[in-house]
């Protein structure tokens, strides 16, 4: 793809309308989009960053119903960029593997524990906070859509010591997942969170929002008490 194009993409990406940029990306092959969307995650332009996060989620997931070892390549190319071998440091790729997989369950059955194993010590540990929020919006994602696979892998155990990260983004989003994954395990630590100050600043139904970890805390407990009061009455 010529710089041109590169630079064609990265301009939709600043649009508001991000269904409309993503329709005109679907008139492309996936081929000359996936690099260009790759390489925005990177981009100074935080709306420029989440845009390319939503396209991805769609065209890897479009490109996985006709070509699923394509989508596969794509996948790996992401994992393979949070390794230390690669050189690289990985922005974008928890966040974009989290929304591919809400995107494609195909994927999401292969791939979910993986985004698991980021958690874990003896797993692929991701150490920079930074990415460790990353990680956070990418499970609260995909739990959004598939809680259930995610609690299958066992990732309330995991999530449940980010809620006591120093950093505040951290805290809020490990928040948000627990409360779409209904943890009641979480409910002590999240009352512990209630008035927590510390800002967060993330992408919920593709708008950018402030919030605290307080209020994050407190939207996850209603979740989660909601929930199995309903299920108790079931």
């Known amino acids: 793809m010529g710089i041109r194009e590169k630079r064609r ?16 990306l679907y008139h492309l092959p996936p081929s000359r989009v ?4 790759i390489g925005a995650l990177c981009s100074n332009d935080e709306i420029v960053r989440w845009h390319a996060v ?9 490109l996985a119903d006709r070509d699923m070892e394509g989508a596969r390549v ?3 190319r992401f994992m393979w960029s949070l390794n230390d071998e690669s050189g690289g440091i990985g922005w974008g790729a928890p966040e974009s593997m989290g929304e591919i997989m809400a995107c ?3 994927l999401a059955q ?21 990415l460790q929020r990353g990680l956070m919006w990418g499970l609260g994602r995909l739990a959004q859509v598939r809680p ?27 928040a948000w997942a627990l409360g779409l994954l209904h943890a009641q395990e979480a409910i002590p630590a ?13 992408y919920l139904n593709r708008t950018i929002v402030d919030e605290t970890v307080g209020s994050l805390a407190e939207k996850a407990l209603a979740n989660i008490k909601k929930h199995h009061s309903i299920k108790g009455h079931d």
């Open 190 to 202: 999240l009352e512990q969170l209630l008035s927590d100050p510390g800002q967060v600043r993330h």
């Open 34 to 37: 996936i690099n260009p969307l």
């Open 110 to 130: 292969e791939y979910g524990h993986i985004l698991v194993a980021f958690m874990r010590e003896e797993g692929f540990f991701l150490e920079l906070e930074l």
């Open 104 to 106: 494609h369950s195909g």
């Open 74 to 76: 794509v996948m790996r």
């Open 148 to 174: 259930s696979l995610l609690k299958e892998k066992n990732a309330v155990t995991y999530l449940l010591p980010y809620l006591a990260s120093s950093d505040g983004g951290v805290r809020g989003l490990a």
């Open 54 to 62: 939503t396209a991805l989620g769609q065209i890897v997931a479009s």
């Open 9 to 24: 993409i990265g301009k939709l990406l600043e649009s508001s309308d991000i269904e409309s940029v993503i329709k005109e």
